[in-house]
């Protein structure tokens, strides 16, 4: 299994700024990859992401503009 680290980030509905970042742990990159999307589109939706604008929750259309990803070395 391979371990990333990842930081995402963007803007929403209103141009409202947004972030998750989180760890991911699959068999390969585009594994990782895949999980990072699915976990930042769940925090997202669900009101867990960082906003920009405190106390305003960020609508779709989600735009990336930023997406980092690191492996973590054990």
Same mark, same amino acid.
């Given at each position: 299994m391979i371990k990333y680290s990842y930081l995402l980030s963007g803007t929403g509905a209103g141009g409202h700024a947004w972030s998750t970042k989180g760890t991911? #742990? /699959?068999?390969s990159f585009p594994d990782?990859?895949?999980e990072a999307m699915r #976990? +930042?589109?769940? /925090?997202? +939706?669900q009101g867990k992401a960082v906003y920009g604008v405190p106390g305003v929750a960020c609508r779709g259309p989600y735009k990336i503009r930023k997406f980092e990803m690191e492996e973590v070395v054990q």
């Open positions: 991911v #742990e /699959a068999k990782c990859l895949d #976990e +930042t589109f769940y /925090a997202l +939706t």
